[in-house]
């Protein structure tokens, strides 16, 4: 279970070199299903989110975190049966694992992903879906070119109350595409209409330098990003709080509010063309608050997302046509009436091992997921340079600020970089 630096390196080179590992239900064809019926399955990164996977279904094999005492208890939680890894190329190449969960802080999600779509395996990955826009492109020609199914974990455009709202996506759904409200549309994502974004998710300005605790494998962690001196703050629980790792509130919940938004929207493929900010300036490596960010569409829709919660009685969205509050309240007369003499949106395949078994994409996959990713992107990024931009969604790169396009592709610390 431990491993050598010169073995670390070398099985980077491994994945780098394309090492593929077919897993058993690809090898028994299409439509195969193991013995017992049931897909097996990894889960990688095993702090507080990664234990909460344990009840997803699927035959639990392994797990793998690197920090000891976080795989430990979730040994002692899987009970005998299930290997625990520290590297989590060792877990992929054990060709009796179907799917690969990816739990870990959304520095390593593309990494780990394609490295996942390379060894044949089927992946559910958490939240945000990368922490840059390339990333996200890189996965998505990874996963298509090794004919993987990929999820995002994330469900509400397709089951569960969405937050505030008091009701599930679909009936939203049924007023947008008939168009009852109107066109273009206007969405307001704020404690208003239901929603939180998580401000607590600040870093700290000042992190002295700390020994790092012997449990833990800090440089591992780390992975691909900068080089920082040890902190506590910047692991575990607290690491949505600095660039580096993820995005503040808007990392940690982005997708789980506008995900459904871009669904309802009908923006599954293309992206805003217009973001506006306002926001007091970031500090380079700690995420603080913003007050407002606007991501504007081609046809004139907006999602404006209101940090401040500045009006009390803004609808959730409005059209030219009416208004919808949280609770289906709206000033359409008659509007739960029409509704049920709408026809239901197109179905989806919300089940992730039907999807996998049948070989057909999940209803949240890496192509409208990397599209809902990148609203998260877009905003973080006008959020740390503090000012207004523009976008070209098929491109997928800002017009005329080759600051923001570096930001798109960040560097990573050898030997990541060679792997994606």
């Given amino acids: 279970m431990t491993i050598s630096r010169r073995n670390f390196l070398k099985a980077g080179l491994a994945a780098s070199c394309g090492l593929l590992i077919v897993p058993r239900h690809v090898l028994g064809g299409q439509g ?29 094999l392994a797990v793998c975190d ?23 190329r060792e877990v992929l190449a054990r060709p009796d694992i179907d799917i690969v969960h990816i739990v870990t802080p959304p520095h390593w999600h593309a990494l780990m992903s394609i490295a996942a779509a390379r060894a044949g395996k089927d992946i ?22 090794y004919g993987r199914i990929f999820r995002i974990n994330t469900w509400f455009r397709f089951e569960g109350t969405f937050y ?6 679909r ?41 790092v605790p012997p449990e833990l494998d ?15 703050h910047r692991v575990h629980v607290t690491f949505r709080g600095y660039w580096d790792y993820d995005g503040g509130g808007l990392g940690d919940m982005g997708m789980h509010y506008l995900d459904p938004v871009q669904y309802l929207l009908e923006k599954d493929r293309t992206g805003p063309v217009e973001i506006e900010v306002e926001a007091p300036q970031q500090h380079p490596d700690a995420c603080g608050r913003w007050r407002r960010i606007v991501l504007r569409y081609a046809d004139g829709c907006e999602i404006i997302l209101d940090g401040e919660n500045q009006r009390k009685d803004v609808p959730f969205i409005e059209g030219p046509e009416g208004k919808l509050y949280p609770g289906l309240r709206s000033n359409i007369p008659g509007l739960i009436e029409k509704l049920k003499t709408l026809p239901d949106p197109e179905p989806q ?22 599209r809902s990713c990148t609203l998260v992107n877009l905003a973080k990024i006008a959020v740390r340079l503090g000012r207004n931009l523009r976008f070209d969604p098929e491109r997928q790169v800002f017009i005329g600020d080759e600051q923001a396009n570096l930001l798109i592709n960040e560097p990573m610390r050898s030997p990541w970089a060679e792997i994606i």
């Fill in 32 to 60: 195969y299903t193991a013995p017992s019926d049931e897909l097996t399955r990894a889960i990688i990164g095993v702090g507080g989110m990664g234990k909460a996977h344990f009840r997803y279904p699927g035959r639990l």
């Fill in 66 to 88: 690197v920090d000891r005492a976080h795989l430990q208890e979730a040994l002692e939680l899987a009970g005998p049966g299930v290997k625990g890894y520290f590297d989590f």
């Fill in 124 to 145: 559910w990955c958490e939240k945000p879906m990368t922490r840059t826009i390339g990333e996200g492109q890189k996965v998505v020609e990874a996963v298509r070119r």
């Fill in 164 to 169: 505030g709202f008091g009701t599930t996506v």
């Fill in 171 to 211: 009936p939203i759904k049924k007023i947008v595409q008939h168009r009852l409200l109107g066109w273009p549309l206007r969405v307001t994502v704020s404690g208003a209409t239901g929603f939180d974004w998580k401000f607590y998710w600040q870093g700290k300005t000042y992190l002295p330098p700390q020994p």
């Fill in 218 to 232: 800090y440089d591992f962690w780390l992975g691909p990003a900068p080089f920082k001196p040890y902190h506590p």
């Fill in 349 to 370: 395949v919300t089940d992730f091992h039907q999807a996998v078994r049948e070989r057909r994409k999940f209803a949240l996959n890496e192509e409208n997921g990397h």
